[in-house]
């Protein structure tokens, strides 16, 4: 598995910026969980995006720190059974769709969510988010 981290604004209105993705090596494999977080100047608003095994949620606060602790509460075993409920919907409507692997998808969403809390946390705990 690689763990990629981009810091650079997606464009003028972004203050905070930072996309982590971990994915295959394999060049054959497309196996992924990104988790993306911004801020927003206009709005003040801090999104977060989670994507990654047919799974996508998006959450959003006011400020860094809250969002932060509410990805470190989110526990890979709540992240595994929504995966599986999504893919158990896909299924019907995509039967043809390429099965995971559970244990990448702790084991992805898990570096993902440890490289984003490295990354930001000090940021968020010093308040100048």
Known sequence: ????????????????????????????????????VWSEKISGKYPMRLDGFHFVRRWEDDELLPLLLSLDSLDSREVLEMTRQTEAEGRELFPARKEFSELDVVEYFEAAKEAVLKELGPLAASGTS
């Open 1 to 36: 598995m690689k763990v990629t981290i981009d810091r650079k604004p997606r464009g003028p209105e972004e203050g905070v910026a930072l996309w982590v993705n971990a994915e295959s090596e394999a060049e054959s494999m497309i196996t992924f969980f990104r988790i993306d």
